[in-house]
């Protein structure tokens, strides 16, 4: 993965991994219909959630590490394969045929939990990356600048979703074009990270940057 020193290669990590793009469509089709002030909380409280589920997660992924004495780079193959299948299905869902349309329920505050703040928001393989950036971090310092650009992308996630029907509006082609990319770019990504932590462990040989 991306070393500790590389804080803008960090930042473009939480972003693909955590970042608002992939849940602005999910966020306006789970409140779709709802008035503004339901939107409003199911967004504070999803984000609220999301705090609390990646804290708890980093707590006990590093204990996890530290207990059963995980190697690093199994967890980043672990990370890179979940991240891998996940983007491969988003990029072959664009060539498969549209479902028809189910009829939508009345959303409930319950969706800020699940399905938004978890697995949307906080997913499995962006828990994996930060427990990652942060067993590589060398010093409390370093762990907390990791620990925080993760609440910083969160936050902007936050101020999406209050948004959504503004940033939806204006920027849907845009956000559709930059989704594409974004989840070719995670298919990359989940297979360097599945290359460069098998070089790691001497199962395979090559000449990585």
């Given at each position: ?158 101020l999406v979703m209050l948004f959504a029907d503004i940033v939806a509006g204006w920027l849907a082609p ?36």
């Amino acid at each position: 993965m991306i070393g500790p020193f590389d804080w803008q290669g960090v930042l473009a990590v939480m972003v693909l991994m955590i970042g608002p793009i992939k849940i602005l469509g999910p966020f306006t089709r789970l409140i779709a219909g709802a008035d503004p002030a339901f939107k409003r909380r199911v967004a504070t409280r999803a984000f609220l959630y999301s705090v609390a589920a990646l804290a708890v997660a980093v707590s006990l992924g590093r204990r996890m590490l530290a207990k059963f004495d995980v190697p690093l780079p199994v967890l980043t193959l672990t990370c890179g394969t979940i991240l891998f299948l996940v983007a491969l299905r988003a990029v072959l869902r664009q060539y498969a045929p549209r479902p028809p349309a189910k009829q939508v329920e009345p959303p409930t505050m319950a969706v800020a939990f699940s399905p938004l703040a978890f697995p949307t928001i906080i997913t499995p393989y962006g828990i994996a990356a930060i427990i990652i950036l942060v067993a590589l971090a060398p010093d409390t310092q370093s762990e907390a600048g990791v620990l925080g650009l993760a609440l910083l992308v969160l936050i902007v996630d936050w101020l999406v979703m209050l948004f959504a029907d503004i940033v939806a509006g204006w920027l849907a082609p845009v956000l559709l074009l930059v989704g594409v990319v974004l989840s070719v770019t995670q298919v990359a990504l989940g297979l360097t990270a599945i290359l460069h932590s098998l070089h790691s462990m001497a199962v395979i040989t090559l000449h990585l940057p």
